[in-house]
């Protein structure tokens, strides 16, 4: 006998019939392709959370972009790429920790760690258990032999800066120059090198010695006795995208009328709020975002982040290139796929077109300069100059 | 010189602020309060969406963090802090609570408001250079504005009937409630102040330093230092140190600057010296 409630239970059964019945056949779709892990260890919390934040939501964009799109051919397989992600802290231990977990999971591709120290402290695990790693870190030792798993994942400051330097020398007049820094490994090793290329160059450098501690929040006491010596240049060596803002305001507000430059990522919206028309004439090094050179796909790129994450991290002009590298690479020699040593062989001869530039852009391998062996991403080194709210390039330029 | 000495008592008026919220918890509850400096980021945080994003007045943003941080300081005493004093028999229950706290806000202010640093448009525009000395003129009113609030808070605290109770809280908790202080409504109002100064500050230094969602810790340890200096739990050694600090951090960035960064090595050297001498601080007993 049919009454209201055996409807009622026919149309449940029917319901939930009916959601298996897709939840099967969407598992099935899903089914079909591979999974290819790709791995991230690097600082995504406490003071730097920027930079590493900046790269993982980098690689996760691109990965849906590409699994929405029916995942990446290798071979004769598709893949879906899943990002794992482990937040290291900034802390040398908790990034081997880091590559352990990734070799546990079979991870054969990490990008990362951010900073000088994680990303030596990760070398023997990532060496022992067959690990690509691409930290964004500039110790040469790192990418020179016996090393061979790193690849440096953007453009050094030892490569930017005497190009920065001479550029200025050259079109601007500068004669004296400043340097600051945190007092970090990286900061400080950057601004050695610095000062390395500036004196190659001929300039004077009036500061050198002058460093704060990370986590200073306002600069005038550090950079009353820089603008007194009236350099030229005032150089930010290594700063964190949070301290840009708050050393241009500190040292535009003391009276400071010179350039200001430093040779690592910054991001136009936080330059903005922090300091301002201040900033105007701020030099940096980007990637591949300003509308001189961005490829449609960039700028799809961009717009994808921005609907997934709420706001654009134009430290991640350089960010993007990583997984894409990785990608392609593997798409050049599939063996390399749960083999590192195929990996390292392909990228000597390894070039792709570059989808995030316009024109003829080539993804390759580079590096043989610096470190004797291509083991660094070609990035364009893009010199921005910022102006009222976004970055213009001044010049572009590349590593060999 | 001049420079320095404007540069220190700058920092030293916002140092002070900072550092009173932290003093008053202590004082009160003998809470070490480890979230202090994700409070003051709170603060600023929400200085920045009323006051930068949504556009409204500064007064409405600075009024908005500290009511907020005041009604979270109140519900952590009241349902946090309260629970774990009666239940415990071990202080450092109270410390860890502290630190799960901080961590707790670390990890919602970065999924709430990102990680990148945060900035306002300036709300006094314009440089004072005069008589050897080159100071902002927001940074003077921000100076000023914390002299205010110190001078309030001291004021409240010598004269108000609250501030009286929580006076006698912090001179001995057992007397105060056999005189008739309600201790648990004192000790709430109390940590509900320490937030809101905190809430308070961080809306004001939004405006010169910008606020990110990492600041939070190291801001806690510069306060417990400020602290350390003036004696715990004393309002007046809160102050002054920060008016030390400040004062060290000004001058030893200036004429140490050519040996590197060796002028929070020497602060922290000094203070070790000092501490072996004076282990309770410069004025070293609860205020009374």
Same mark, same amino acid.
């Given at each position: ?5 055996? %409807? ?9 019939? %009916? ?39 980098s690689m996760q ?83 020179q ?6 690849? !440096?994942?953007?453009?050094?400051? @030892? ?62 006491? *550090?950079? %009353? ?13 290594? *700063?964190?995208? =949070? ?12 009276? @400071?009328?010179? !350039? ?10 936080v ?5 301002g028309?201040y900033?105007?004439g ?10 001189e050179? =961005?490829?449609?796909?960039? +700028? ?16 991640? #002009?350089? +960010?993007? @290139?990583?997984?894409? @590298? ?12 749960n ?5 390292? +062989?392909?990228?000597?001869?390894f070039?792709?077109? #570059?989808?995030?530039? +316009? ?9 043989? %300069? ?6 660094q ?14 970055f ?9 | ?7 220190g ?8 602020l ?9 004082a ?28 409204? &007045?500064?007064v ?10 005041a ?7 009241k ?18 609570l ?21 900035g ?13 000395i080159?100071? &902002?003129?927001?940074r ?15 004021l409240?605290?010598?004269y ?13 908790? $057992? ?28 809306g004001?230094? $939004? ?10 810790g &190291? ?66 007993? &609860?205020?009374?």
């Amino acid at each position: 006998m049919i009454n209201r409630r055996s %409807t009622l239970k026919s149309m449940a059964l029917g319901a939930v019939s %009916t959601l298996a019945i897709a939840a099967v056949g969407i598992s099935y779709a899903q089914a079909e392709n591979k999974e290819l892990k790709i791995g991230f260890v690097g600082v995504t919390s406490g003071p730097a959370a920027a930079w590493g934040t900046s790269n993982v939501r980098s690689m996760q964009t691109r990965a849906a972009w590409i699994n929405e799109t029916g995942g990446v051919k290798i071979g004769n397989d598709t893949y879906n790429i899943n990002i794992v992600t482990f937040d290291d802290q900034k802390d040398p231990k908790r990034a081997i920790a880091g590559m352990e977990k990734m070799a546990q999971e079979g991870v054969h591709y990490v990008v990362g760690p951010n900073v000088d120290d994680g990303a030596a402290a990760v070398r023997p695990v990532a060496e022992a258990n067959g690990i690509i790693y691409f930290p964004y870190a500039f110790p040469k030792a790192l990418y020179q032999k016996p090393a061979s798993n790193a690849v !440096l994942g953007m453009i050094a400051n @030892y490569q930017s800066g005497p190009a920065i330097y001479k550029y200025l020398k050259e079109n601007k007049g500068v004669k004296k120059i400043a340097f600051v820094a945190a007092n970090e490994s990286d900061p400080l090793s950057q601004r050695d090198s610095g000062v390395e290329a500036a004196k190659a160059l001929g300039l004077e450098v009036v500061a050198q010695n002058d460093t704060y501690q990370n986590d200073t929040r306002d600069f005038t006491p *550090v950079l %009353t006795p820089i603008v007194a010596l009236k350099p030229d240049l005032l150089v930010l060596s290594g *700063v964190a995208p =949070a301290n840009a803002p708050l050393l241009i305001r500190a040292a535009r507000e003391l009276g @400071y009328e010179g !350039l200001i430059s430093t040779e690592t990522a910054q991001d136009a919206k936080v330059l903005e709020e922090g300091a301002g028309e201040y900033a105007n004439g701020f030099i940096s090094v980007g990637g591949a975002s300003t509308p001189e050179i =961005a490829s449609d796909a960039m +700028k799809e790129f961009v717009a994808r982040y921005t609907k997934m994450f709420g706001e654009y991290n134009d430290e991640s #002009n350089t +960010k993007v @290139y990583a997984l894409e @590298y990785i990608i392609e690479t593997l798409k050049a020699n599939p063996a390399a796929i749960n083999d590192v040593a195929e990996f390292k +062989k392909t990228m000597d001869t390894f070039t792709a077109p #570059n989808p995030f530039l +316009k024109g003829d852009a080539k993804l390759s391998y580079v590096g043989t %300069t610096s470190f004797g062996q291509k083991r660094q991403l070609s990035v364009p080194m893009v010199v921005n100059e910022y102006k009222d709210g976004a970055f213009q390039t001044l010049f572009v330029g590349s590593v060999d | 010189m001049e420079q320095v000495i404007a540069n220190g008592l700058y920092l030293g008026a916002q140092y002070a602020l900072i550092a009173l919220g932290l003093t008053l918890i202590f004082a009160l509850m003998n809470v070490l309060n480890f979230a202090h400096g994700q409070m003051y980021v709170l603060g600023g945080f929400i200085t920045y969406t009323v006051y930068g994003q949504l556009g409204l &007045p500064f007064v409405v943003a600075l009024l908005a963090s500290g009511i907020t941080l005041a009604v979270i300081g109140a519900l952590m005493e009241k349902f946090l802090f309260r629970t774990v004093i009666r239940r415990s028999h071990r202080e450092e229950s109270t410390m860890l609570l502290a630190a799960a706290t901080a961590f707790f806000f670390d990890a919602v202010i970065l999924l709430l408001f990102g990680e990148k640093q945060r900035g306002v448009p300036k709300i006094v525009k314009g440089v004072f250079n005069d008589v050897g000395i080159i100071m &902002p003129y927001d940074r003077i009113v921000v100076g000023a504005l914390a002299i205010v609030f110190i001078a309030a808070f001291v004021l409240y605290m010598q004269y108000s009937r609250v501030g009286r109770a929580m006076r006698a809280l912090a001179q001995d908790r $057992v007397a105060a409630q056999l005189m008739g202080v309600r201790v648990d409504r004192y000790s709430m109002i109390g940590f509900a102040m320490g937030a809101m100064l905190a809430g308070i500050v961080g809306g004001l230094l $939004v405006t010169i330093t910008g606020v990110n969602s990492g600041i939070g810790g &190291p801001i806690s340890i510069k306060a417990f230092l400020m602290v350390m200096i003036g004696g715990a739990g004393v309002v007046g050694g809160a102050i002054a140190g920060g008016f030390i600090l400040g004062m060290m951090e000004s001058v030893g960035l200036t004429v140490l600057r050519e040996y590197g960064d060796v002028t929070y090595l020497v602060i922290f050297a000094a203070l070790m010296v000092f501490l072996s001498v004076r282990p309770n601080g410069l004025m070293g007993k &609860p205020w009374g």
